[in-house]
């Protein structure tokens, strides 16, 4: 049974970098199997698929937050994490970590995702 | 990037009865296509992948059809557990996109 777990500050101000940390236990991230990625969702809207991170630290992210987003991997912890750096109130949102299949990359996994406000 | 169609966006049905959901998609996508169900303030779980697929332990009253870029996911017997939004993904093309959601409501 994988298990992914969210970790960060639930608050940051505009125009400061937003940083979160996904605890992976049940799966190596090192492998080849999984895509490791981060999925958003904002208070009463729908979901926003955001990037990946996959072997080797091999990253994909969507074309409308590339110019401010990183995923990194730290495969001594087994971990993942995002990075957004210039938020504004509409980064406010859930921020989940979950896997993908590499096979068939739907979201097999879902973290149970973490509230980050953005506000002064 | 594909976009996602969902209709509706809110239904409200009887326990017991056969619900249908929709999901249009802006270009063909093949098989690719997950369905997913979010209860109030908890995380999506996956219901139907590769569009017809049956996730492990998900119930069998769910299922889902289609193909290229009409999809639908069916409830065949609702039951009050059922009370959530549902989500289509596309994952034929980066980047992967979701449809707004239908809610669910138990009449």
């Known amino acids: 049974q994988v298990q992914l777990q969210e970790s960060g500050p639930g608050l940051v101000k505009p125009s400061q970098t937003l940083s979160l940390t996904c605890s992976v236990s049940?799966?190596?991230?090192?492998?080849?199997?999984?895509?490791w990625t981060w999925i958003r969702q904002p208070p009463g809207k729908g979901l926003e698929w955001l990037g990946y991170t996959y072997f080797r630290g091999t990253t994909y992210y969507n074309p409308s937050l590339e110019s401010r987003l990183t995923i990194s991997q730290d495969t001594p912890k087994n971990q993942f994490s995002l990075r957004l750096t210039s938020v504004t109130a509409a980064d406010t949102a859930v921020y989940y970590c979950?896997?993908?299949?590499?096979?068939?990359?739907?979201?097999?996994?879902w973290g149970q995702g973490t509230l980050v406000t953005v506000s002064s | 990037d594909i976009q996602l169609t969902q209709s509706p966006s809110t239904l409200s049905a009887f326990v017991g009865d056969r619900v249908t959901i929709t999901c249009r998609a802006s270009q063909s996508i093949s098989w690719s296509l997950a369905w997913y169900q979010q209860k109030p303030g908890k995380a999506p779980k996956v219901l139907i992948y590769k569009a017809s697929r049956l996730e492990s332990f998900v119930p069998g009253r769910f299922s889902g059809s289609g193909s290229g870029t009409e999809f639908t996911l069916t409830i065949s017997s609702l039951q009050p557990d059922d009370l959530a939004t549902y989500h289509c993904?596309?994952?034929?093309?980066?980047?992967?996109?979701f449809g707004q959601g239908t809610h669910v409501e138990i009449k």
């Open positions: 049940g799966a190596s991230i090192s492998s080849g199997d999984f895509y």
């Open positions: 993904q596309q994952y034929k093309s980066f980047p992967w996109t």
């Open positions: 979950a896997k993908e299949p590499y096979l068939d990359p739907y979201v097999e996994d």
